[in-house]
């Protein structure tokens, strides 16, 4: 707590302090059966507990908004915060005591909104469902939907906006962009909850309703951990692939982190950026069919022995054709070293007829090469490496992609590998032309972070 | 692989047992017809939301296909007993005849868009339906058929109940099916099969019963507008699962492709891989092992030389099989070394490890240690190695009579005898 400045702190006692003076009040005021509290509760408990991401912006699964609509609808906007808020006290991910605080008097405060506006607004039946008026009823659910998830994100954008640096405005439009699609059709089936629970079918109502979200849940769960399992797979393999040459080692994965940190600076959609991520891990897979002792060769290298090294990109999306999803990335891996005055390889492309995977994984290359120790000659640092990148662009480069690299790495900062320096390197050997130097000559080493941050989880948003 | 004897033995039940829904299913619909269509309105909507259903299918481990929305509509049908306040009384002929023509409609357009479809998984729903609408016409409170308002709402929780056990039922009913028809003219035990079946099946259908569930209980409230309004928490849910089969898929793809580097590098004769993994998927099959460990093996085999990438190097002409058994040894460690630094494929490392093993040591019993996946790889890539690129009946025979004198020691008998059917046939 004592890391939390100022006015962090002043608003989450702020918060803290309106919250539990909502639920004193909601406790005195409580009309339902304790029984329906309780069960209500308790699915409100076990959907929090098994909150997960979907790895995708514009979906969030949430089981808890419908269940607290639900409330709202059935037992009336009070016990709802009780139930919600009795709930919330045992779930949660939060480690620190305020933070549970917080989010109880956060998610007690959001059923109050949403229960205001649900009453407010025309059709409701008051604190019993079998009085509400079809269709109008609609109209109000939607409403109290959208309350909820307005006052959900604003509550929780001021903490996130007040201990970092980003603007509120930013987190929240961020937050609400992630959540608002899928809230409405949650909010529909706290509905359908309501209609069915009070028409005669009692409790198991909200058992069936919210089973196949579950088990939505459930298969984005598994999605998840395949895709972990996937990710560490190509990495190993790529891995294995390099131990050909000591000193490319970690260079796919570097080349990768390097293109999505580019990517991310020009705002690249996530889903594409995950296709360039592998396209940038597998753009030298084709080295595979160039003989070894020509990659580990020592010394300039003549034109046959630069014509053989030629052929890697098209070597490499012969093997990794057979993966479907790769689609774009196989032009990336096919295109890598072409240049933008047209004089690369393979196909001897120019300026935008490039794929733009290629432009990107090309400025990338050379710049993971460059920054690395290799067999001939030590690393540079990054700025003569930035400044060779910025003598290049327009001829070999893209400029558009060499300044978002700059800019990224000024930005985030880039860990070079400069690992292989006991070797001894001998500086009268001149390479002129390195396959990825620009120009002509070669260098490598990094670490580019490829991760992200959300700072909400479930619909649900909370401080954790 | 449809092609040996067990393939052929578990076509011919699909069939049968397609071709005896269908009629049914004719037999249904004709009798339904000749008796009059009950609630033709809310017939039409079901026969519109199967044929939909049919449309969007997803494949859940194993190469199952499953099309969730039009299993939920068939249950939703067979169970429904009211539509907006009026009741409904469809005889259980006229469940069929909907379901059926529901189905049939869904696979026409299916056709004609030139996408493949899969008659013998469609059938089911079918018969998952009429085992629904059986079970709960016979056990049923006997308000529900009369629909006396002021009974049924008291009884309805309890309907809920019913409901919900009819489902369970009628899911075992359907993955015992399935487990049938997957294990007949395989040396599979149906016990093993359906436990294999559950796993990948279960969830769904857990969602795909709540569903139908919902549908049979809002629309005497809500009217046919039940229907859309519940498909979609279920297209969540095929959306989730479409993203699983998604990165299942491209996972395979992608060990497929990278299990060519020792290929593309020359240290494997092209191709010998991919025909290791094929066969030996087959043979798997075939031993009656279960998904998982179907797909242990796929990867092993598609792996199983990445050893030789270590060596400085290549073996030449790339077999394994003319080396000494200790460099053999020590490409099958290195190997494991490589796939065990993925962090998750670790079954697939020991697979991969122990390849080289003999079956059994002179005078020694055999090593009960040692993954079935293993023996089959081994005996499989050996086969491979000694066929070559060449298939020719006398170099198959060869490859296959050198196994055998290598069989009780080297080889698993139990896997040659396998391995010679599938390649007879």
Known sequence: MRSLPRMALAYVVAVSVIGAAAIAFAIANSSAAWSEVAFLACIYWVGDRGRVGTKLRTLTISVTLPIALAAVLLVGVWSAVVVCAAASLFAGSASQW????????????????????????????????????????????????????????????????????MSLPRVWWGGMAEMASSNLGYGLLGLVIAVLWSGGVGPVAALLVLAPIVIARWAFQQYGEQHKAYEATVASLIRA???KDYYTRGHSERVAKASVMLAEQLGMREDRLEMLHYAGMLHDVGKLGVPTKLLQKTGPLNDAEFDAIKLHPTRGVEM???????????????????RVDGLGYPDGLAGDQIPEFARIIAVADAFDSMTSTRSYRSARSVAAAIAELKRWAGTQFDTRMVDALVAAVDARGWDANVEPTEEVIDPSVLVLRDHDDPGGEVAAFGQPPYQRSPYYDGVQAQVS | ??????????????????????????????????????????????????????????????????????????????????????????????????????????????VLAGRRWHASVAVRRVVSAVVAGLVFRTTAPHSLATLRVSQYKNDLRWVALLMVAVVALTGIVDLAIGAFVRSSGRRVAFGWMLRDEIGAGAGLWAAVGATGVLMALATPSMNLYALPIFCVPLLLTQFAFRRYAA??????????????????????????????????????????????????????????????????????????????????????????????????????????????????????????????????IKAVSAYDDLVGESQGPESTADALERLRLGMAYEYDPAVVETLTRIVAS
């Open chain 2, 247 to 376: 990165i299942r898929t491209t996972y395979r793809q992608t060990i497929r492709s990278l299990s060519r580097v020792a290929e593309v590098g020359g240290y494997v004769e092209t191709g010998h891989a991919h025909r290791v993994s094929s066969l030996a998927v087959a043979v798997g099959r075939e031993m009656g092992l279960a998904e998982t460990e179907i797909t242990d093996l796929e990867y092993a085999a598609l792996l199983h030389d990445i050893g030789q990438l270590s060596l400085t190097d290549p073996i030449p002409g790339g077999s394994t099989l003319v080396v000494a058994p200790v460099e053999r040894r020590r490409v099958a460690e290195l190997g494991a070394d490589v796939i065990k630094t993925t962090g998750v494929l670790d079954r697939v490392a020991d697979i991969v490890a122990r390849q080289a093993d003999p079956y059994r040591r002179h005078r020694e019993a055999p090593d009960e240690s040692l993954p079935i996946e293993s023996r089959i």
């Open chain 1, 320 to 338: 990794v054709n057979g993966i479907a999803f790769l689609d774009e990335a196989m032009l990336g891996i096919r295109h890598h070293h072409e």
């Open chain 2, 1 to 110: 692989m449809t092609t040996h004897a067990a393939g052929s033995a578990n076509l011919l039940v699909r069939r049968t047992v397609v071709i005896g829904v269908a009629l049914g299913c004719v037999v249904a619909l004709g009798f339904t017809l000749a008796h009059g269509v009950v609630r033709l309105d809310v017939a039409a909507a079901f026969v519109a939301l199967i044929a939909l259903g049919e449309l969007l299918q997803v494949r859940l481990p194993g190469d199952r296909p499953a099309a969730p929305i039009a299993a939920s509509a068939a249950l939703g049908y067979a169970l429904l007993f009211a539509v907006g306040g009026q009741p409904v009384s469809q005889p259980i002929a006229q469940v069929a005849g909907v379901v059926g023509v529901g189905v049939a409609a869904g696979a026409g357009i299916q």
């Open chain 1, 98 to 165: 305020y933070k549970r605080v917080f989010n109880v008097a956060q998610v007690a405060l959001t059923v109050v909104a949403a229960g205001a506006a649900y009453q407010w607004l025309p059709g409701h039946g008051g604190d019993n469902f079998e009085g509400a008026q079809f269709p109008t009823v609609l109209g109000s659910v939607a409403g109290a939907a959208v309350m909820y998830c307005v006052v959900n994100i604003l509550l929780v954008a001021v903490i996130v906006s007040l201990t970092t640096n």
């Open chain 1, 241 to 243: 692939v390099e131990t």
